[in-house]
């Protein structure tokens, strides 16, 4: 299938979702949902809280920067008889604003969530800026692919408020007891933000400046048009205890292509940066046994160059998750460890063109591991956790450990306080940002 036949069938899909919700409406009318209990349809609850880090300087400690800077959340809900409202707002104060665009960016980051949701008999549609999370992982995923991801504190925020909102059309299909397909459409593919300023700017970015290389000298593709539209559809079960799913994704990878090629031979000339468009097949499952609870994940990447042998093209690839978390029988301790491999295919190909490939390696290796593990234990009733937190990546071999606490004080107010280090080589996943070890505490009070 051409790409100009792939895309005229995202179109189709999206549109047809659309028309035939609202055809199926008219025939068969809303389903109802009553709740007579309710004081009032609109729902609300929030969170605020002060963040200080303590940048650590081992040479004068007395000199260690500190990074201040207060964050509100709050959420809306809102429930009619057949439909209803979320909304997730975010106010922080951790931004370094350097011109007007950030500014913008800002305040469009400030919607966590906004979107609609429409009960019909058998089907739900939903619409509006939305965060979908597919698979089975625990804060590390295969083939989570539609929501683009703000790297510019991605060290030290969850998964979910990494992520960033996008603009959709969401149809939810119930069947059997447990069953659930998902189909999506989205307008168009927003990359990755990654910082341009401030201690968490990747080594990728500061070498290409220290060429002199800024971003009024690349020439970046478009991605807010019709022809950048991502699909995808999930459908997930339940069967005699385990849980599985799979997932098929029309979409953009993540990494962009930079093309230097150009620039190299004439710096006058601007640096292209695209991406690649990519099907992304992936396939999960959970099960209870034996104390533990395990996981799963595959994804098959399949790009333009299935060969292996273009240099500005990414080749396929595989990525697997396997992990488990268990109680331990000690006190209230608890074990959470799972792995993330990557295997890039074709890579004969990358090695035969050697620098000019977009993936090539130094180190001649195109097979990568991530390693996180989370040990923790309660105590006072469950008021305070101790726990110890980490990440390996085995290519690379760096690494990162937090060791923290939370302590609910009285009511809904907590003080969490986290020691983050990180470790390896420069230009390394963990060892780019060794100078930013910190301590943080953060004072947290939920309305």
């Given at each position: 299938?051409?790409?100009?036949?792939?895309?005229?069938?995202?179109?189709?899909?999206?549109?047809?979702?659309?028309?035939?919700?609202?055809?199926?409406?008219?025939?068969?009318?809303?389903?109802?949902?009553?709740?007579?209990?309710?004081?009032?349809?609109?729902?609300?609850s929030g969170t605020g809280s002060v963040?200080?880090?303590?940048?650590?300087?081992?040479?004068?400690?007395?000199?260690?920067?500190?990074?201040?800077?207060?964050?509100?959340?709050?959420?809306?809900?809102?429930?009619?008889?057949?439909?209803?409202?979320?909304?997730?707002?975010?106010?922080?104060?951790?931004?370094?604003?350097?011109?007007?665009?950030?500014?913008?960016?800002?305040?469009?980051?400030?919607?966590?969530?906004?979107?609609?949701?429409?009960?019909?008999?058998?089907?739900?549609?939903?619409?509006?800026?939305?965060?979908?999370?597919?698979?089975?992982?625990?804060?590390?995923?295969?083939?989570?692919?539609?929501?683009?991801?703000?790297?510019?504190d991605f060290m030290n925020n969850s998964?979910?408020?990494?992520?960033?909102?996008?603009?959709?059309?969401?149809?939810?299909?119930?069947?059997?007891?447990?069953?659930?397909?998902?189909?999506?459409?989205?307008?168009?593919?927003?990359?990755?933000?990654?910082?341009?300023?401030?201690?968490?700017?990747?080594?990728?970015?500061?070498?290409?400046?220290?060429?002199?290389?800024?971003?009024?000298?690349?020439?970046?593709?478009?991605?807010?048009?019709?022809?950048?539209?991502?699909?995808?559809?999930?459908?997930?079960?339940?069967?005699?205890?385990?849980?599985?799913?799979?997932?098929?994704?029309?979409?953009?990878?993540?990494?962009?292509?930079?093309?230097?090629?150009?620039?190299?031979?004439?710096?006058?000339?601007?640096?292209?940066?695209?991406?690649?468009?990519?099907?992304?097949?992936?396939?999960?499952?959970?099960?209870?046994?034996?104390?533990?609870?395990?996981?799963?994940?595959?994804?098959?990447?399949?790009?333009?160059?299935?060969?292996?042998?273009?240099?500005?093209?990414?080749?396929?690839?595989?990525?697997?998750?396997?992990?488990?978390?268990?109680?331990?029988?000690?006190?209230?301790?608890?074990?959470?460890?799972?792995?993330?491999?990557?295997?890039?295919?074709?890579?004969?190909?990358?090695?035969?063109?050697?620098?000019?490939?977009?993936?090539?390696?130094?180190?001649?290796?195109?097979?990568?591991?991530?390693?996180?593990?989370?040990?923790?234990?309660?105590?006072?009733?469950?008021?305070?956790?101790?726990?110890?937190?980490?990440?390996?990546?085995?290519?690379?071999?760096?690494?990162?450990?937090?060791?923290?606490?939370?302590?609910?004080?009285?009511?809904?107010?907590?003080?969490?306080?986290?020691?983050?280090?990180?470790?390896?080589?420069?230009?390394?996943?963990?060892?780019?940002?060794?100078?930013?070890d910190m301590l943080e505490v953060i004072?947290?009070?939920?309305?």
């Open positions: 299938m051409n790409k100009n036949k792939e895309f005229f069938l995202l179109i189709v899909v999206g549109l047809l979702m659309t028309v035939s919700a609202v055809l199926f409406a008219d025939d068969t009318g809303f389903t109802t949902f009553n709740d007579t209990s309710a004081v009032s349809p609109l729902t609300w963040h200080t880090r303590y940048m650590t300087d081992y040479d004068d400690i007395a000199a260690s920067t500190v990074i201040l800077y207060p964050e509100l959340h709050i959420g809306l809900h809102y429930k009619g008889e057949s439909s209803g409202f979320t909304g997730s707002f975010t106010l922080s104060g951790n931004h370094d604003f350097t011109n007007s665009s950030d500014i913008a960016e800002y305040l469009s980051s400030m919607i966590d969530e906004a979107y609609y949701r429409t009960f019909f008999s058998g089907f739900n549609l939903s619409a509006g800026f939305m965060k979908i999370v597919w698979g089975k992982g625990d804060e590390i995923f295969t083939f989570d692919n539609i929501n683009a991801v703000d790297y510019s998964y979910l408020d990494r992520k960033k909102a996008e603009a959709m059309i969401k149809l939810d299909v119930p069947f059997g007891q447990q069953g659930l397909i998902e189909a999506l459409y989205t307008p168009v593919f927003t990359p990755d933000t990654f910082p341009t300023t401030g201690p968490w700017v990747q080594s990728d970015y500061t070498a290409m400046t220290a060429m002199g290389i800024t971003t009024n000298k690349m020439d970046t593709e478009d991605m807010k048009t019709l022809s950048h539209g991502q699909g995808g559809i999930h459908i997930t079960n339940s069967l005699g205890g385990v849980d599985f799913g799979a997932a098929y994704e029309y979409t953009f990878l993540r990494e962009p292509v930079v093309n230097m090629s150009a620039f190299m031979t004439d710096p006058t000339k601007k640096i292209k940066v695209t991406w690649d468009r990519l099907h992304l097949f992936g396939i999960e499952a959970a099960a209870a046994l034996g104390g533990f609870n395990f996981r799963g994940e595959g994804a098959y990447y399949l790009t333009g160059d299935t060969a292996g042998t273009d240099p500005l093209v990414h080749n396929n690839k595989i990525q697997y998750l396997a992990g488990f978390d268990k109680n331990i029988p000690v006190h209230n301790m608890s074990i959470n460890i799972q792995d993330r491999g990557e295997i890039i295919l074709g890579s004969d190909g990358i090695k035969d063109n050697e620098a000019a490939d977009i993936e090539y390696s130094d180190s001649g290796s195109y097979i990568s591991n991530i390693i996180a593990a989370d040990l923790r234990d309660t105590f006072f009733n469950d008021t305070l956790t101790v726990k110890m937190s980490g990440a390996y990546s085995a290519g690379s071999k760096s690494y990162m450990l937090a060791p923290g606490i939370e302590y609910t004080i009285k009511d809904d107010a907590a003080v969490k306080i986290r020691y983050t280090l990180y470790r390896g080589d420069s230009g390394t996943l963990f060892g780019q940002f060794k100078n930013n004072f947290q009070y939920s309305f």
